[in-house]
């Protein structure tokens, strides 16, 4: 831990704001929909909660069809 103890203050900041600076701009770079209601859709999102919706329903359906009658 020597290293860490020869490390300016301001380099844990700076790496702190780098980090934070590349956040905000993924955040800008995700696609987005508003709907008429005006409310924003990040379409990235939606196809997160699809998949999670398929693979749950897959493992349902791999049971049921690996018990054969």
């Not at 939606?46 to 018990?67: L, M, P, Q, S």
Request: hydrophobic share 35%; net charge negative.
């Amino acid at each position: 831990m020597e290293y860490l103890d020869s490390l300016p203050d301001d380099s844990i900041f700076s790496v702190l704001e780098e980090a934070d600076s590349a956040r905000k701009d993924r955040d800008e770079k995700k696609w987005r929909y508003t709907k008429t209601n005006g409310e924003v859709v990040i379409v990235r999102d939606r196809f997160d909660k699809i998949a999670e919706g398929f693979d749950k329903y897959a493992k349902i359906v791999h049971v049921a069809f690996g018990h054969s009658p």
